[in-house]
């Protein structure tokens, strides 16, 4: 959308909504629909999970794993996005799922969707810098000494966040800019890999594309543990696929910085899902079919991207694609900076955060950003990293730990609010659709879809050798359990609902009048 297609009226019925929810018009509403869409689609970046997450694809299932694999991993994804899409058009607020979850379901499944989310996000960003530090290492890293050993990769994620969380600081408009850069520069390096693959394979067998082959244990590098059940196999390699495409609540958490919310973030939400996903099966594939050894590069492991690409593409042409590779994947850790700050000032200017929540709900007038909870966001970030490292066991990848974790915390905060929604929709909690919105019926099926694709992720998360992860998630609900009968539940009031949103309409002025918007 041009900026000049954005009218006042268009602009007040924003601030309105807002209002009526209880809130006021602190951050910047500048982001075109575009822009609303880019954040999402950078978040997803195909050219940080699926590069870096690549051998997931192979050493389960071989080519399967991505001719296939890659197809149902992303349906899966799909549903949630579809679900949270006509959620997002009816209650466009910054806080998003937790905004969702405590209308919809309650105060107490408000709260818990809120730190399961900031876990999720929090842990996410670990993953996707950890990621672009390994990524780095196996590119530019020889000219400056960097291997990728567990200290350097800690010292790089904590100066990567440093910068993307600087960025945040300085103003949604340099956000929204830089994230803007990186949709169009994932399509065209995903454009220009794919020709390269196509062009220099030393052969074109499509048949590898459904072809299973048990590349598990030291077959496949060792990425997947040794096993005959092909079927269980098969689940694994969806970690690549669902892993890449997540982070679309990116384009809900920027509700209040979107013109048109009600309608230009739910189509963020599903657009971007859906080019993430049809433009990364065509890289995923086309990867596939330029390996020249399958066998070989399946042995490679967590290297068999690098190795395809030393053995297939000539020097020049491989610097200038891993160039544009590492930007796009700084620039998805830049704009996941953005999605957790807001859910952290979402979440705390309804005192969600004991003896934090007003320094966190703080938006500075002069760059109309939350500020105190983007640097809070980024050490909380690179403290995860931190404590993945001090827990690291038998060999395991820090890389492995934290998207492991990122998948079960992340997807337990989309299934709150979808559960709650699915049962309030046509209720006094939720009477009518937004203005994007699909039947009842199919709404209802596609939310029952995803709750079942949760139950699939939420397995192949703990699977071996994973099954630690399982006691993390259990161990964090119980204490959530016991925190909120020992204190929030008499304490945490949630949203404002009914007569509290009137009763804020004083603050709401004020709040507005302090950045300049009244």
């Given at each position: 959308m041009a900026?000049?297609d954005y009218?006042?009226?268009?602009?007040?019925?924003?601030?309105?909504?807002?209002?009526?929810?209880?809130?006021?018009?602190?951050?910047?509403r500048?982001?075109?629909?575009?822009?609303?869409?880019?954040?999402?689609?950078?978040?997803?970046?195909?050219?940080?999970?699926?590069?870096?997450?690549?051998?997931?694809?192979?050493?389960?299932v071989?080519?399967?794993?991505?001719?296939?694999?890659?197809i149902?991993?992303?349906?899966?994804?799909?549903?949630?996005?579809l679900?949270?899409?006509?959620?997002?058009?009816?209650?466009?607020?910054a806080?998003?799922?937790y905004?969702?979850?405590?209308?919809?379901?309650g105060?107490?499944?408000?709260?818990?969707?809120?730190?399961?989310?900031?876990l999720?996000?929090?842990?996410?960003?670990?993953?996707?810098?950890?990621?672009?530090?390994?990524?780095?290492?196996?590119?530019?890293?020889?000219?400056?000494?960097?291997?990728?050993t567990?200290?350097?990769?800690?010292?790089?994620v904590?100066?990567?966040t440093?910068?993307?969380?600087?960025?945040?600081?300085l103003g949604i408009?340099?956000?929204?800019?830089?994230?803007?850069?990186?949709?169009?520069?994932?399509f065209?390096?995903?454009a220009?890999?794919?020709?390269?693959?196509?062009?220099?394979?030393?052969?074109?067998?499509i048949s590898?594309?459904w072809?299973?082959?048990?590349y598990?244990?030291?077959?496949?590098?060792g990425?997947?543990?040794?096993?005959?059940?092909?079927?269980?196999?098969f689940?694994?390699?969806?970690?690549?696929?669902?892993?890449?495409?997540?982070g679309?609540?990116a384009s809900?958490h920027t509700?209040?910085?979107?013109?048109?919310?009600?309608?230009?973030v739910?189509?963020?939400i599903?657009?971007?899902?859906?080019w993430?996903?049809?433009?990364?099966w065509?890289?995923?594939?086309?990867?596939?079919?330029?390996?020249?050894?399958?066998a070989?590069?399946?042995g490679?492991?967590?290297?068999?991207?690098?190795?395809?690409m030393?053995a297939?593409m000539?020097?020049?042409?491989?610097?200038?694609?891993?160039?544009?590779?590492?930007?796009?994947?700084?620039?998805?850790g830049l704009?996941?900076?953005t999605?957790?700050?807001r859910?952290?000032?979402?979440?705390?200017?309804?005192?969600?955060v004991?003896?934090?929540?007003?320094a966190?709900?703080?938006v500075s007038p002069k760059?109309?950003t939350?500020?105190a909870?983007?640097?809070?966001?980024?050490v909380?970030?690179i403290?995860?990293?931190?404590?993945?490292?001090?827990?690291?066991?038998?060999?395991?990848?820090?890389?492995?730990?934290v998207?492991?974790?990122?998948?079960?915390?992340?997807?337990?905060?989309?299934?709150?609010?979808?559960v709650a929604g699915?049962f309030?929709y046509?209720?006094?909690?939720?009477?009518?659709p937004?203005p994007?919105?699909?039947s009842?019926?199919?709404?209802?099926?596609?939310?029952?879809?995803?709750?079942v694709?949760?139950a699939v992720?939420?397995f192949?998360a703990?699977?071996?050798?994973?099954?630690r992860?399982?006691?993390?998630?259990?161990?964090?609900?119980?204490?959530?359990?016991?925190?909120?009968?020992?204190?929030?539940?008499?304490?945490?009031?949630?949203?404002?609902?009914?007569?509290?949103?009137?009763?804020?309409?004083?603050?709401i002025?004020?709040?507005?009048?302090a950045?300049?918007?009244?």
């Open positions: 900026a000049d009218s006042d009226k268009d602009r007040q019925e924003d601030i309105k909504a807002l209002h009526g929810m209880g809130y006021a018009q602190e951050l910047s500048s982001m075109s629909k575009f822009s609303n869409f880019a954040i999402s689609f950078s978040i997803i970046c195909i050219l940080s999970g699926g590069i870096n997450s690549f051998a997931q694809a192979i050493s389960s071989g080519g399967a794993g991505a001719g296939i694999g890659w149902v991993g992303c349906l899966l994804s799909g549903m949630f996005a679900a949270m899409a006509q959620i997002a058009s009816a209650f466009p607020t806080g998003g799922l905004h969702w979850a405590s209308i919809l379901g105060r107490f499944w408000g709260w818990l969707t809120a730190w399961l989310n900031l999720g996000l929090i842990t996410v960003l670990g993953a996707i810098n950890i990621g672009t530090a390994y990524f780095f290492a196996g590119t530019f890293g020889g000219m400056f000494g960097f291997t990728g567990d200290m350097q990769v800690v010292v790089f904590a100066v990567i440093a910068i993307q969380a600087l960025f945040n600081h408009k340099v956000t929204t800019m830089l994230t803007d850069v990186s949709g169009y520069l994932i065209a390096t995903t220009v890999l794919v020709l390269a693959c196509l062009y220099f394979a030393p052969a074109i067998d590898r594309l072809t299973f082959t048990n598990s244990g030291d077959a496949g590098g990425v997947f543990p040794a096993s005959d059940n092909m079927g269980y196999l689940l694994l390699c969806l970690l690549l696929p669902v892993y890449t495409i997540t679309y609540d809900a509700s209040e910085e979107t013109k048109n919310a009600a309608t230009s739910p189509k963020g599903v657009s971007a899902v859906f993430s996903s049809i433009v990364g065509v890289m995923i594939c086309s990867i596939t079919l330029a390996i020249p050894d399958m070989v590069a399946a490679q492991g967590w290297g068999m991207f690098f190795g395809t030393d297939i000539p020097a020049g042409l491989k610097t200038v694609l891993y160039l544009g590779i590492f930007i796009a994947q700084l620039l998805c704009a996941t900076v999605s957790a700050s859910m952290l000032f979402a979440f705390s200017r309804d005192d969600g004991p003896g934090a929540s007003k966190l709900a703080t760059y109309r939350p500020v909870a983007i640097w809070t966001s980024a909380l970030c403290l995860y990293v931190l404590l993945a490292l001090s827990i690291k066991l038998d060999g395991t990848s820090i890389y492995v730990i998207v492991n974790s990122t998948l079960v915390f992340l997807f337990l905060s989309f299934t709150v609010p979808l699915l309030a046509g209720t006094a909690k939720w009477p009518t937004g994007w919105a699909m009842a019926g199919v709404y209802k099926l596609v939310t029952v879809l995803a709750i694709g949760m992720i939420l192949i703990v699977a071996p050798p994973n099954e992860v399982l006691t993390v998630v259990v161990g964090f609900i119980v204490l959530a359990l016991v925190v909120w009968f020992a204190v929030e539940n008499r304490r945490f009031q949630g949203p404002p609902i009914g007569d509290a949103v009137k009763a804020r309409k004083a603050a002025a004020a709040a507005e009048k950045v300049g918007e009244a």
